[in-house]
């Protein structure tokens, strides 16, 4: 079945430094593809996402492109914040879910923490 | 955007008592809703697929009696933790697809329910 292979955190950074979360997926035919965050202490919010191959999504300085020939889809950043620290997770869309079955397939979550 | 909320936010109760958290869309209409549980530090577990004048559709190895889910308008679902133990300790997190096809979904802020 689908599934989503997200790297494994804590992540620590500097303030300023570049950011990679590695995410690769598994799936028939195009998925849609997400990156949601969790800030601390919130609910989950959808950061970007990416619906057919070569797409790039973007969102408050993050990036991150679907690639279907190795079936990724890392999200980046230049320069983060202490703001941005929260958990990311990497999710998708089967391409066969139809109508109402929209469920999403998660990866683990990867935790960020910027310091300042 | 799109609100989800829940509630309460944090339950405490007994052992053997029951739970009910509620599940709002608050502008718009959800046919389907998601109730995941996320254990602490890691990924969002799907629950249950709540459905809007049908029965709801539970994931493998969940107990539908023991997790009772109604939707019983398009705007509410109701989630129940009948006979609570501590195990059933967690954060219970719903989410609803926006309409029209989009892949986007809205979660709730969650609700933490923690059973003595």
């Known amino acids: 079945g689908d599934s989503v292979t997200q790297m494994e955190g804590p992540v620590t950074l500097s303030e300023e430094a570049f950011l990679t979360i590695n995410c690769t997926y598994t799936?028939?035919?195009?998925?849609?593809l997400f990156w949601y965050v969790q800030y601390p202490g919130e609910g989950l919010q959808l950061l970007l996402k990416a619906t057919k191959a070569d797409d790039k999504g973007s969102n408050k300085g993050f990036e991150a492109t679907y690639r279907k020939e190795t079936t990724s889809f890392h999200l980046e950043k230049g320069s983060v914040q202490v703001s941005d620290s929260a958990v990311y997770f990497c999710?998708?869309?089967?391409?066969?879910?139809?109508?109402?079955?929209?469920?999403?397939?998660w990866g683990l979550g990867t935790s960020l923490a910027v310091n300042p | 955007g799109a609100v989800v909320s829940q509630h309460p936010s944090w339950v405490i109760c007994k052992s053997g008592t029951s739970v009910k958290i509620e599940c709002r869309s608050l502008?718009?209409?959800?046919?389907?809703m998601f109730w995941y549980r996320q254990f602490p530090k890691q990924s969002l577990m799907l629950m249950a697929t709540?459905?809007?004048?049908?029965?709801?559709?539970?994931e493998q190895g969940v107990e539908k009696d023991k997790f009772l889910i109604n939707h019983a308008s398009l705007t509410l679902s109701t989630l129940t933790v009948t006979s609570a133990h501590p195990e059933d300790s967690s954060f219970y997190i719903c989410s609803a697809p926006q309409r029209g096809g989009s892949d986007t979904q809205y979660f709730g802020p969650g609700t933490r329910l923690t059973v003595l």
């Open positions: 999710a998708l869309k089967s391409a066969s879910a139809a109508g109402n079955n929209r469920k999403l397939i």
């Open positions: 709540s459905n809007e004048g049908s029965k709801a559709t539970y």
């Open positions: 502008d718009f209409q959800a046919t389907t």
């Open positions: 799936a028939t035919g195009y998925p849609s």
